[in-house]
Every structure is written in C-alpha cells, then in structure tokens.
C-alpha cells in the first residue's frame, strides 16, 4: 500500500513549456486534491476532484489544468509555465471531501520554472 | 467565509521544554480541525483532527490539542519537546459540508519549530 504518489520528484522548466504532474492512490479514495506550497503562504487548493469524473477549481487555478483520468489518477497540467508557477506541488486523497475526512498526501513535486 | 491564523511563523524552544503551536480559526458553522506536521522534504501528515466527538484530542508523537469554541482556538502542545519534533506544523479548518467548496481543507501559514539541544 504505497498511498499517495507524484511523479517526478524535480523538475526545471523554462518558461513557456508545458508539463504534466502526475498523482496516484491506491486507497481506493473518491476525492483527490493539488495544492502549492510557498513560503510563507501555506498550502493552496489549486483544484480538486470530489468524485470520479468532476473537477472544481480551488482558490488559485489560474495557469493550471486538472484531469481526473480514473479513480486512481489526478494529474496536474501547466500548459505555458511561469516563473510564478515555481512552488512545490502537493497532491492528495480522501475518502470523501469534506465532514471528517483526513487528507493524505503525496511526497511533493518541486518544480522550478526559469 | 472560513479562515486559520496561526500565531509565529518560527518557533524555538529547547529540548525537554513544553510546545505551544497557536491556532485561531474563524468558521460560520462547527468546524473541524486539523493539524499536521511536514518534516523537511516530505509531504504533510496527519498529527491530530478535531470532529466534536471530544474537546481534548490526542494525536500521534505525543502531540495533543484542545478545541476551545469560546477562543475560537485550536492550540497544539507537547509537555516536552525532543530534537525529532523539528518541523513545520500546519493548522487546517472544514466547515465539513459535503460536496461544494464548503468541504475542503483550509490551511494557516504554518508555524516552523526548531528544537535546541
């Protein structure tokens, strides 16, 4: 049971290129979450997914594109990075979102846009 | 509209000395409150939740929090600290609606604690 994963680790981009974070859980979970961390600022919601086949947006989402490609799979699309955009990416998981659902959390994407 | 502010953003205290993490949260229904801890490098993990089953909660390495309506406050504490408790702590509140953004998570700015020897 590995939890929750990201993929990759690291990655430097320049600005203008497009890449794709990657999340999985094996939890069996419904409802799956991005946010950024930036000093300072604490985690952001950037979007979410309550339930297989929805996505809403969450406090910062502008420059971002979500798929909720299965059950298990949540990725994160930045189609023209900025320099903004560099923060470490979290995703998460719950069973259900909200009431006294726990959020589980990946191991982060630190990304760096030039 | 729900909101967390937690007091310092770095803390130090020595070995063997009690932890105080402040947490106030300002919510228009029962909250429910969270705090994790992120270790240098890693993602969050869960410490302690609050569901209003108990005002008093107790969480993992010691860790415990009491939920105060009054205060509006959700403070962490630990009698005695060790080296390994060197990390940054994150309040969290959910008005607990389910579905709509009601639901979700919403994280103060973090307090940094560093333990010395």
């Known amino acids: 049971n590995a939890g929750v994963t990201q993929t990759p680790k690291f990655q430097v981009l320049k600005t203008g290129q497009s890449m794709t974070l990657q999340c999985a859980q094996d939890m069996n979970h419904n409802s799956m979450y991005w946010y950024r961390q930036d000093p300072g600022m604490g985690l952001r919601l950037i979007y979410y997914?309550?339930?297989?086949?929805?996505?809403d947006k969450g406090e910062v989402p502008n420059g971002y594109n979500v798929s909720r490609l299965n059950k298990r799979e949540f990725s994160l699309r930045l189609e023209s990075a900025a320099p903004s955009q560099t923060s470490v990416y979290f995703c998460?998981?719950?069973?259900?979102?909200?009431?006294?659902?726990?959020?589980?959390f990946g191991p982060g994407t630190r990304l760096l846009v030039l | 509209a729900q909101s967390v502010t937690q007091l310092g953003s770095h803390v130090s205290v020595s070995e063997g000395a009690l932890v105080l993490l402040r947490c106030n949260y300002s919510s228009s229904v029962p909250p429910y409150l969270f705090w994790y801890v992120q270790y240098p490098n890693q993602g969050l993990q869960l410490l302690l939740k609050?569901?209003?089953?108990?005002?008093l909660v107790k969480g993992i390495n010691g860790f415990e929090a009491e939920f105060k309506k009054s205060e509006t406050s959700f403070h962490l504490t630990k009698p005695s600290a060790h080296m390994s408790d060197a990390a940054e702590y994150f309040c969290?509140?959910?008005?607990?609606?389910?579905?709509?953004?009601?639901?979700?998570?919403?994280f103060g700015k973090g307090t940094k604690l560093s333990v010395k020897p």
């Open positions: 998460a998981s719950s069973a259900r979102q909200g009431k006294r659902e726990t959020q589980y």
């Open positions: 609050y569901t209003s089953a108990a005002t």
């Open positions: 997914s309550a339930s297989e086949g929805t996505t």
């Open positions: 969290a509140v959910s008005e607990g609606n389910y579905g709509g953004s009601q639901g979700n998570l919403i």
